[in-house]
């Protein structure tokens, strides 16, 4: 007998930001935040865990075919040790079950988009781990509950263990009891909500956002605004997701991404993520939207130059038609929903980007996808692990 | 008998800046700011005014040899009424002083410094005009007295009308009669204080700091937390300046830039100023004083991607020898001051910044200057105007 699973997860990508933690070990924030989940047809981490009572001691762990290590006390280790405290408290409770929490374990995590796409992978993979171990375990946890282990591993994961609209509560405890994960609204709620990453090169690595976060924690005066004004800009956008209005949805996700940017510029020394495509991106955003003559694309930035435009599945042929056409891509664009390219509106003013547009690469390439599903259990057939307990990639 | 005065006057750099208005007419701002002025050796607006009862009617101006209308009502007009009513009130008083106050006025004026260098020269061209005029009509308002003119005409402008370190009073007064500027310290003070312009290239001609700065009045919630900062911020440079500690001048001079720029990225839609030579200078600036484990130049930037950086005098080779390093210019580099150049400090991590640093002319040029003295008054030989009353560079 085997026990394993495995799971998959997926992306998200805030629209009200996630920027600064009132207690780092823990990972308690210092405001609540609001994500969409991309789906995981596209986007995806994928973690098989096994349990053998044969496997040499200690727990181990390769990503994307690499061995990391589990640090003693580090966040792998707490989410490991979290879940097997819970499946040991059912063991202690139902004798009959076979002791998986006495066991090693043997996990392998592989990631289908490249890091190079430099999107955060931490969110996605964490989930995974968590909702794979989970699953090993037979744990009853909701998925708020398993969000609680999630978050102690990297804080944005906890978003990734629900599909839709998925907001992370800050909570008031400070042992982190009530700073967890909730859907706000299902991605069938929304299915119109598509999503274009705009993978943008840079020269340089930034500043990594666990280190960037504390130093606007530490140093931001303007941050103690953006704590106040995130509660009622939270009520808002839940309330525009309900009521399915894209223009108030859009509104606020591009006013949290800039006062997000804002206060790391606020931080000493100053922590830069938008680079020069970036700030074309954004014109070229807000001149569709003025030309338009409504907003129909909202941009957002995480920790880094990329951009992801929210969009509604019928307006991205405009969202593609003027990113394409400013933007050219390096590497050649596959879009799963073959969706066409449409001119640009009337009136939209072309002097908003550089002279030409930008050259080609400036923006390496696009990625279209939409709102997506939580984790999903998967089959035996698309175990990662071969039979020795070790990856297949290595085998 | 020739009725007519020349006066220079200086460009001036806030270190605390000027980013909102409370009344938009009378440019009431919505803080307090700071600036040092610069040295008029090297950047200065020239002006000559002539009153003459036989000129037609109608007051005229050129700039740089160009005639500008001085619109009804406008800044211009409004500053010249107000001068004009206090000579009338002194005519009015003393029957034998000639009537210039009803004579047409011809004015001309220069800047020694290319618009192209993106220095704003309304701040000088202005503060020349108001000192020219009190000058001709001798005027015995004080330079506080004349900011109140000159504030109404480009609000930074009260500033150029001190030299050494200027503060700008917001006041309270809803007519503005104390929104003022007034020395914090002359240049004698603290002389050794430098300052190295860098002309940075940029495609795209930014947002007007006129209709930039309403906007964040209007849209950025996190100017809010500025104008609550910004008080304390001005106190503390203020003692900074007295106390010639150039560190802590230089932190809160830095701080203040980027918490300008941040509530600009905070206004909707986002105002951006810095591109990505700018943010390179920054990183070359805060890895300079990291080398040198003091703090020894402070960046800050207006509404453009110009860099200014305060150093000593002392320490100014230090600032040479990275930014020539890093920012191979276009324009050769003149400096009157003969500087040498220092290498980077032991210790400089070069990875700051993009490999084998920009390409030249990214930093178009170098203007190596320091704190100045107020408006000048300067003889006859220096009047732009032709015995016609119209600009000699156009006779």
Redesign the interface.
Known sequence: MVYEATASAPVNIACIKYWGKRDTRLILPTNSSLSVTLDQDHLRSTTTSRADASFEAGDRLWLNGKEEVIKEGGRLAVCIKELRGWRKEMEDKEKDLPKLSEWPLRIASYNNFPTAAGLASSASGLAALVASLASLYSLPQSPSQLSLVARQGSGSACRSLFGGFVAWREGTDPAGSDSLAEEVASREHWPEMHALICVVSD??KGTSSTSGMQKTVETS??L???LR?VPKRMDEISQAIKARDFSEFA?LT??DS??F???C??????I?Y???VS?AI?AVV?ELNRAAGEIIAAYTFDAGPNAVIYTLEKNMPFVLGAIKRFFPTSEEFEDPFQTGVRDLPQGFNT??V??GGWEKGAVKGLIHTRVGDGPRVLGKEESLLGENGVPKILA
């Not at 510029?265 to 100053?270: K, R």
């Open positions: 020269a340089k005066s303007l103690q605004e953006r004004v509104k591009m006013t800039n006062s940017h804002a206060v510029l606020d931080t000493a020394p100053p830069f938008l680079n020069d700030r954004i807000e002097g908003v550089r002279e």
